[in-house]
């Protein structure tokens, strides 16, 4: 009996023995499996991050490859600013017979002034009542008056003048022969700056007694059609 139990000790000690084999075997295989799974992981992982780091290399070569063609095929063009401050500037076109001339006729100096009224707006005011009125100063614009005498004159104002804001010059054709009077240009300067033109037709009379007159408007009739004007 004593014997047997010797024997069935000695079991359990192999068993025991056995079994801590048994377990070292396990936690070793277990530990292969592990390991041959962080192996493929790994290697799946580095061949992903290979896959990525090839796309963006391409990327970035077809984006170079891009701008290389660009710079090449397109021309940069010059700013619009600097084309313009090259652009020849055109100047204003000037008749040689329009413009201001002093010259000596029969001992006194006479100012010989023409001007270009081809673009300007002219309004006519001969079919308003009218009255006659000698025009002023012509011995300063005109040296043979018989030759300036019209049956039509043309009133240009000339608020600028350096001795009448209120002036109104008078034109045969393209050249001045003289003024409104002061006392009449007082009256109709400011209807005539209501109207819409650059200058007046008004009506002339011819050959009167060696006078050069002409036919302004009645104030009121002239300030009832700047009305309507």
């Not at 075997?25 to 991050?49: E, F, K």
């Not at 397109?74 to 020849?88: F, M």
């Not at 000037?94 to 100096?109: L, S």
Request: hydrophobic fraction near 35%.
């Amino acid at each position: 009996m004593h014997r047997s139990r010797l024997d069935h000790g000695s079991n359990q000690n192999e068993w025991k023995d056995a079994s801590k084999d048994g377990a070292s075997v396990g936690i070793h295989a277990a530990r292969l499996a592990a390991s041959s799974v962080i192996d493929d992981c790994a290697l799946t992982s580095l061949n992903n991050w290979g896959t990525m780091v090839g796309l963006f290399s391409s990327i970035r070569q077809y984006l170079k490859d891009s701008a290389a063609v660009s710079t090449r095929t397109t021309t940069p063009s010059k700013p619009l600013q600097s084309r313009q401050a090259t652009a020849p500037k055109r100047q204003p076109v000037v008749h040689p017979e329009f413009g201001i001339r002093k010259v000596q006729r029969q001992g006194m100096t006479v100012t010989i002034e023409t001007r270009d009224f081809s673009k300007s707006r002219t309004v006519d005011l001969r079919h308003l009542p009218a009255s006659d009125f000698g025009i002023q100063g012509y011995s300063y614009y005109v040296d043979n008056k018989w030759e300036q005498m019209d049956d039509v004159y043309r009133l240009v104002r000339e608020p600028l003048n350096r001795h009448d804001a209120n002036a109104i010059a008078v034109f045969s054709g393209p050249r001045k022969i003289g003024f409104v009077s002061a006392s009449k240009a007082a009256n109709y300067a400011s209807i005539l700056d209501a109207i819409v033109g650059d200058s007046f037709f008004v009506g002339g009379v011819e050959r009167d007694r060696g006078k050069m007159v002409l036919q302004l408007p009645q104030v009121s009739a002239l300030r009832e059609f700047a009305k309507r004007h």
